[in-house]
Structure formats: C-alpha cells, structure tokens
C-alpha cells in the first residue's frame, strides 16, 4: 500500500531498472510483491506483478504480511475505472484482506507481531506481501477464525448486516424480503436474519440448477425461495403463504425483479437498494408510492462511516458467527502467484464460480 510517508513509487512498465529508495530508517518492512496497475482499463489487461521496495516503518507504524485478499466486483471496477471513487494511478489492488503483525514502531503497545488484523478503514492495497500503516488503521482479530473468512468479512457479510439493522427495526417473527439472494450478501442475509428469528423470501433468477439452488438456501436458514417466473402471478402475496408481508427489501439487481421486491412489501415498507446487477432502472409504480407509502434508500458501505465502535463491534459478531459454523459461504483459495487466473474467473470468464480468495 502506498503509505503517506513511503520512500517509493511503484515501478513503471515502462521504467528500464527499479526505482530506487533513498534515505532508509533503522527499521524498515522487508520488500513487497504487489499486483499493480499503471492506467484503468481492463483488469487483466492492465494489472501486473510488481516488486515494491521496503518501506520506513514509523513510530507508530504497523508492518502487516498479508494472508488471504478476496478478489472483489468493486475491486474489478475501480481498476476499470467505472467505480464512483476512482483510485489514483499508479495504484495496488484490493480493499479488503487479512494479515499478520510483522514488524511495529517504537511507540506500538495495542499491536504485536504474530497479532492478525484487517483493517479498521477502507484503503487500498491489500493484493500485496507487505503493507505499511499507521496502527490505528488496523484492527485486531481472534486467530482462531477460518482465514478465508477473515479476509472476506468486512465487505459482503458487513454489508448485510447494516442492511439488516440500519433501516428498519425488525424483531423476531419479522419477514425481510430480497432478490440477487444467491450472492455472498444474500447468503449472509439469510442466515443473519435466521440468527434473529426473521424470515426471509429469496428470489432467484430462473436458470439450470435452479432446485438445487433453492436447496441449498433453505438449508442456510431461507424460508421461501422463488424463481423470477413464479412470481408472474396476479397476486405474488398469495405465495407468502403464514408469512407476516416483508418490512425490508433488499435490491441488489434492479430491473423487474426489483419490481418484484417491492410488490411483496408491506404497508410503509421499504426496499434498500445496494447494486445493480442486471444494470437496468428501477421503475417503481406510482400506486406503490401514494397507496402503499412504500421508501427507497440507498446503500453504499463505503460512504456509510461508521464509528470504530460500531464497525469493531459488527466485526466481532459476525466472524464469532463464522468460528461457529453460524454464517458461512463459498469461496476458493487460490495461490497469489496464480492471481491472473484468480482474476479471470472473478471476471466471470469461465462461467460461475466461487469468491475467488488470493492466500499468500
């Protein structure tokens, strides 16, 4: 990661030798194999491997050697360069991993080295060996949590449980509804809304695979699980069966079946929208808005800055839950040296696959 007051920048492509690090400190993080990207573009077309020369490691500076990066959509995106905050370039890839205290400052006494952290910020970087921050920029975990998962838990399993907590007040015996329920976050609404007693209604696109897909969420804790097709009915509540009718949707497709999640909700419900997948618009009817007093929100876990309480506090929860076997989802760990095919099936070029996890 480029530190505030690292010595270095990252190598050119186009530079003939690797650039030079002046004026070292007694102390500094050993060098650093990084992924690397020059210019947006492509994502497999523009990133590269890269050596990072060492860095000063401050008095208050933490030296992490990373475990385990997830190779994330929005990762995807900011190296393109359609994400709304485009990262500077030259840039490092990834904004969420797990890592291993290596090294510390003179003036560190919360961190020691052996300690496991992520970060306590959103920064980028963690497609890296080695990365340099202030100690307050990380956070300290329970060793004893499953690897992928602590590398994994701050963007999609957070995500879901804000959505769950932050905009309505459910209590058990609630009914929550959602579409794009087989992604990560999906999944983790599920089993969260399980954990508290809420049901969920799942919706899913129709394609091969489709019973086994709804097998496998009713074993995660899903109460319904419907096609887009099944729900091209006059009157989809009649499918709710002793459900209480959904106060909270969720909407992270957009298109018709956002539609779809907004017919389910009840009376003053509201539905959260989080992605886009299918990249068409939200249309909502008016019926929906005066009779129904139905809310639309927003939700971008990047610009929500919670307090370090509250995000320290999720955290705890949610990887207690994974140590457990209380949340869980599938992932595929592959070798850093192999990012480059990691990257194409997170790019979705070799059909569906799991969360690609970098390990280093």
């Known amino acids: ?23 070292f400190p007694a102390v500094v993080s050993p060098p650093s194999t990084a992924v690397v990207y020059d210019q947006h573009g492509p994502p497999d077309t523009v990133t590269r491997f890269a050596e990072i020369p060492p860095m000063e490691i401050n008095e208050n500076d933490v030296c992490v050697r990373m475990l385990a990066a ?21 840039g490092i890839g990834g904004w969420e991993g797990v890592g291993e205290v290596h090294t510390v400052g003179s003036t560190v006494k919360v961190l020691s080295p052996g300690d496991w952290v992520i970060h306590s910020a959103y920064l980028p970087g963690t497609w890296q060996t080695y990365v340099v921050e202030d100690q307050s920029l990380w956070y300290k975990i329970d060793k004893s949590t499953p690897i992928e998962y602590a590398a994994t838990v701050s963007v999609n399993p957070l995500s879901a449980l804000r959505m769950l907590e932050d905009f309505v007040a459910l209590k058990p ?14 999944q983790c609404v599920i089993q969260l809304a399980r954990v508290r007693g809420i049901h969920s209604i799942n919706i899913i696109r129709d394609k091969p695979g489709s019973d086994e897909i709804k097998e496998k969420l009713m074993k995660l804790g899903a109460d319904k699980v419907l096609t887009e097709s099944e729900l091209e009915v006059k009157c989809v509540k009649n499918l709710l069966d002793d459900l209480p009718e959904p106060l909270l949707g969720l909407n992270c497709v957009g298109g018709n079946a956002a539609t779809m999640v907004v017919k389910f909700l009840k009376q003053g419900g509201t539905m959260v929208t989080y992605g886009g997948m299918s990249k068409k618009p939200i249309t909502i009817s008016t019926t929906s808005f005066i009779f129904k007093d139905i809310s639309l929100k927003g939700y971008w876990l990047q610009e929500k800055k919670l307090d370090k ?43 569906s696959r799991r969360k690609q996890v970098l390990k280093f």
């Open 309 to 351: 309480a509250q995000y320290r506090c999720s955290i705890d929860y949610l990887l207690a839950l994974a140590r457990a076997g209380r949340l869980k989802y599938e992932m595929e760990m592959v070798p850093f040296k192999d990012f480059h095919t990691a990257l194409e099936r997170a790019m979705g070029k070799h059909g």
């Open 70 to 90: 997830p190779i994330n959509p929005a990762d995807i995106n900011r190296i393109e360069g359609v994400y709304p905050v485009r990262p500077p370039v030259p």
């Open 173 to 186: 015996g609630d009914t929550i509804v959602q579409n794009g329920a087989t992604s990560i976050v999906g």
């Open 1 to 23: 990661m480029l530190s505030q007051h690292s010595h270095f920048i990252v190598p050119s492509c186009h530079d003939k030798q690797t650039s030079s690090v002046v004026n």
